[in-house]
């Protein structure tokens, strides 16, 4: 089994590749700058390149403050991107699993929203992520729509991270209380998409294609996260920060973000028997990745 995953430097990418082997998946990843997702040809010669049996688009425009200022070049990735993806995929009659975000709901939900609760995306990140779902859904019918939420990982720029970074420069730090969600590490998540990518090879007949909610179980607020984050570093020997709950109306940000990010993952535990693990198991080891490549780095 041969997968293509698009957007080689990003978390999940990472995620996946480091996996693959587990799932007996064997795993090409194309990126920037030979592979962009804005540039219809180039992602049509890396599709067309090699016997491929799928593709995860998990390549995307992700400065969801920056996307405010800039939204046409967040669409172009996020939705005309994602579009060539999935058009390449249908040409050579391969599924995509495309990535997507809890950011496509306004948040005014007072439990966990479902796949098919009504989306209403209250920034320009959520709006090209949502116009992108739609552009993969038209363009290829094997489809397999992932929102995700949170996401972190030992690998580039992610929430774990930048609160170590704080707690390194200053003893205190008020982080927003008032949004809940699910912190979803990258490993867990990809491991979903191998299982999935999995299924869908070799059962493409039997496949429940369609939308499907992926986050690390249970659920919390960003203070929460930070106040696991910092639990976990005291045990490893990394600065940590005192934790004090702040509003978003305290944080301003130019995006607004919705302050119910919870998702509700039944349908992919029902059609695929698939769950991320919690949410506490997948910050405890990103911070120990961390740590220890910290130790390495002073060793
Ligand atoms: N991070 C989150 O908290 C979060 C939350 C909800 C949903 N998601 C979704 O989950 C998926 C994976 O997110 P992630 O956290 O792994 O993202 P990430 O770490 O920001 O990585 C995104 C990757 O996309 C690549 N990329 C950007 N523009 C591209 C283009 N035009 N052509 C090709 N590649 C391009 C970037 O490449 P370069 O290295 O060249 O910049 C980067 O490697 C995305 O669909 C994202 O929208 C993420």
Redesign the pocket.
């Known amino acids: 089994m041969k997968l293509l995953v698009?957007?080689?430097?990003?978390?999940?990418?990472?995620?996946i590749v480091e996996n693959a082997d587990r799932f007996g998946v064997q795993v090409i990843s194309?990126?920037?700058?030979d592979?962009?997702?804005?540039?219809r040809n180039s992602v049509e010669a890396t599709v067309a390149r090699e016997q491929f049996d799928a593709v995860v688009?998990?390549?995307?425009?992700?400065?969801v403050d920056k996307a405010e200022s800039e939204p046409s070049v967040a669409q172009?990735?996020?939705a005309i991107?994602a579009e060539h993806v999935a058009r390449a995929c249908a040409a050579n009659s391969i599924p995509i699993i495309?990535?997507?975000?809890?950011?496509v709901f306004d948040g005014s939900k007072d439990s966990p929203y479902r796949e098919d609760d009504q989306t209403g995306p209250i920034n320009a990140?959520g709006r090209s992520?949502l116009e992108?779902e739609q552009r993969v859904a038209d363009a290829c019918a094997r489809h397999v729509i992932l929102?995700?939420?949170?996401?972190?990982?030992p690998?580039?720029?992610?929430?774990v991270k930048t609160m170590l970074r704080l707690a390194a420069e200053r003893p205190a730090v008020g982080v927003v209380g008032d949004q809940q969600g699910s912190p979803?590490y990258?490993p867990h998540?990809a491991e979903a998409v191998l299982a999935i990518a999995r299924r869908a090879i070799a059962d493409p007949a039997g496949m429940p294609w369609g939308i499907y909610h992926a986050v690390g179980m249970g659920e919390t607020s960003w203070f929460g996260v930070a106040r696991e984050i910092f639990r976990c570093a005291r045990e490893h020997g990394l600065p940590a920060a005192e934790v004090t709950a702040i509003t978003t109306a305290e944080y301003p940000t130019p995006a607004r973000r919705p302050a119910n990010s919870r998702l509700n993952c039944d349908r992919l535990r029902q059609s695929f028997g698939l769950g991320l693990p919690d949410w506490r198991v997948g910050v405890q080891d990103c911070v120990a990745r961390l740590a220890q490549s910290a130790g390495n780095r002073l060793a």
């Open positions: 698009i957007g080689r430097n990003g978390q999940l990418a990472r995620g194309a990126g920037r700058p592979t962009d997702v804005t540039d688009n998990a390549a995307a425009y992700t400065a172009a990735v996020n991107g495309h990535i997507s975000t809890d950011y990140y992520k992108g929102r995700t939420a949170w996401v972190h990982s690998w580039g720029g992610n929430f979803t990258a998540l």
